[in-house]
């Protein structure tokens, strides 16, 4: 099954600072048909405005995953963890137990952005934070596996989920494959135009994905895609 869930249908919020696209129910949007696909909860796709952000609120008993298309996101936490995340790199933090946290947009530019909530294996995590540098050019004609949960991820950023965040470039005519395993999947092309089954997806289209084996991505044209893979 593949479904191209276009951007135009997406939920959409705009307060000024901050231009948020829901792939599901979230805030004031509600889909029934759009509460989750397995474990992968939220996937917002969010545009900041230069020198603002989100101020510090809770979360708890969530993997949060913040993966940065333009500009940089300064994170800043009560366990007393800070960092700058910059294009092409992702930050993880799992809330666990609890944690407060501020998520702001320091440059002198608009920041891009998608937001991906995992739901964790069980509560009860310690609450941590940690972000790394996956350069896009290392990912070319392949997926690279970002943050995962899974054994033998040992150069991701770990997650308490039984899942895989993944990214890939890909060039114009050129395809790249994963093996699902008949595991769901959720992928945004974050540039560029690809065909999945013969089914097109644009920039910034979500497209769900179940009861596939190998999946095969074509670009139609110089791509970046982003994936969730979950059980």
Do not use: C
Request: charged share 25%; proline share 3%.
């Amino acid at each position: 099954m593949i479904e191209v869930r276009k951007f135009a249908d997406l939920g959409k919020s705009n307060h000024g600072w901050l231009d948020a696209n829901f792939h599901f129910s979230f805030a004031d949007y509600f889909q029934q048909d759009r509460l989750h696909w397995g474990a992968l909860r939220v996937w917002n796709d969010d545009k900041i405005a230069a020198k603002s952000g989100f101020p510090p609120h809770p979360h708890e008993n969530m993997e949060i995953i913040t993966y940065v298309l333009e500009g940089a996101i300064s994170h800043r936490d009560s366990l007393g963890n800070e960092g700058r995340t910059r294009a092409g790199d992702i930050q993880v933090m799992s809330a666990g137990t609890g944690i407060t946290h501020a998520e702001y947009n320091l440059e002198d530019e608009q920041t891009h952005s998608f937001q991906i909530w995992i739901l964790p294996d069980r509560q009860g995590h310690a609450p941590s934070w940690g972000t790394r540098e996956f350069p896009r050019g290392e990912r070319a004609g392949r997926f690279e596996v970002l943050a995962s949960g899974r054994e033998g991820d040992d150069d991701a950023l770990t997650i308490h989920a039984n899942a895989r965040v993944l990214g890939a470039t890909v060039a114009a005519g050129e395809s790249v494959t994963y093996e699902l395993g008949g595991r769901k999947g959720y992928l945004v092309p974050a540039r560029g135009k690809i065909e999945i089954d013969g089914q097109v997806a644009e920039t910034r289209d979500g497209v769900a994905i179940a009861d596939v084996d190998t999946l095969t991505v074509k670009a139609l044209e110089d791509a970046e895609v982003v994936m969730v893979e979950t059980a």
